[in-house]
């Protein structure tokens, strides 16, 4: 799947982001342009420590100008790859098809430090109980190209044959699956798990790790390899105010929630989806086994990602498939986080 979260927002909500980013510009210049960020979505909650980081002035003190680039249909490892961002919203799948075709990208921080996606079934379904019943069962999903294999391999591994039907429905997959006309989606459980909760309609959930399936940075933020080895001052007070962001919403989730919602007004059609959303974060993703917020490991780069380059669907520069692994630690750096 191309993990991007998909909140429940206004149609309005572009208009009001690109207001936003007028007034994203964070406190002064203080040292070069803006510092350009391309968000792969509309705000929601896996944005929320960039938008604490604005409201709570920590880009202000850095002496930072930071515009946030609302969403269009370019990826932002491509915007970012090129240089038209400096930073971006980034998962580590869609990450590691980039890197591996020669996207100018690096992972500067952990964002989710585990899966928040998750197999995800209607909890009414009483006919599955585990990922080998889907068998047979009709998957919504986006066309990501290592989205199958990976479902296949948990399917696999809990004794099914890893055998189903494949819809692709982009962000119609999960109103299909609420609806009945999909068996299974992969949804964010701090949004779409908790839209549908709200909804009336929850679902039933199964992480990928409780199948032996390695776990993995959800969301990253990734910088302009390029823009970071010729600006290392400005991106380490950069990624240091974001930290402090995504900090601040570890430690004071509701607070965080607010300053998402005061920053977007009206993007959001219920409170309790960001509010919610921000809780679970704060519990379960936002901090790693040590309780540090932001921090990368080689093992769990190679994990995921190593599994995408055993199946064959990662591509080098030339299209031609890559099974041969690289060093993952080159794809990452932990320097400009406090620590």
């Not at 047979?136 to 399917?155: D, H, N, R, S, W």
């Not at 039907?165 to 699956?177: F, G, K, R």
């Not at 990928?208 to 390695?214: L, R």
Request: net charge negative; with cysteine.
């Amino acid at each position: 799947m191309l993990s991007r979260a998909r909140p429940v927002v206004l149609l309005a909500t572009l208009l009001l982001v690109l207001s936003a980013c007028g007034s994203g510009a964070s406190g002064p210049a203080g040292g070069g342009e803006p510092i350009r960020v391309a968000l792969d979505w509309t705000p929601n909650t896996n944005h929320i420590g960039l938008f604490a980081a604005q409201q709570a002035g920590f880009f202000r003190e850095a002496g930072l100008d930071v515009e946030f680039l609302p969403y269009n249909a370019t990826a932002p490892e491509t915007l970012v790859g090129s240089g038209a961002a400096d930073f971006g919203i980034s998962f580590q799948d869609t990450f590691t098809y980039s890197r591996a075709a020669g996207a100018d990208i690096t992972s500067v921080m952990a964002i989710l430090q585990h899966w928040s996606s998750a197999i995800a079934v209607r909890a009414d379904r009483t006919d599955i109980r585990s990922p080998r019943d889907l068998d047979g069962k009709v998957y919504a999903g986006f066309g990501g190209p290592g989205e199958v294999p990976k479902l296949q391999a948990v399917i696999r591994a809990d004794g099914g044959r890893g055998e189903f039907a494949t819809e692709i429905l982009d962000t119609a997959a999960y109103e299909a699956l609420y609806a009945g006309r999909a068996d299974f989606a992969e949804p964010f459980a701090h949004v779409e798990g908790v839209e549908a909760e709200l909804r009336g309609e929850p679902l039933k959930m199964f992480r990928f790790t409780d199948h032996g399936f390695p776990d993995a940075y959800n969301v990253l933020l990734a910088g302009n390899t390029t823009w970071l080895q010729e600006n290392p001052d400005r991106a380490r007070a950069f990624v240091q105010a974001v930290q402090r962001g995504y900090t601040l919403a570890a430690d004071r989730p509701a607070e965080a929630a607010r300053m998402l919602k005061e920053a977007n007004p009206g993007a959001f059609t219920d409170d309790a989806l960001v509010d919610r959303g921000a809780e679970l974060l704060a519990r379960e993703y936002l901090r790693d086994e040590q309780g540090r917020v932001g921090v990368q490991t080689a093992q769990r780069w190679a994990g995921f990602s190593g599994f995408l380059y055993d199946t064959g669907t990662v591509t080098g520069p030339d299209g031609a498939p890559v099974r041969e692994k690289p060093d993952f630690s080159t794809w990452f750096t932990n320097d400009y986080l406090v620590r």
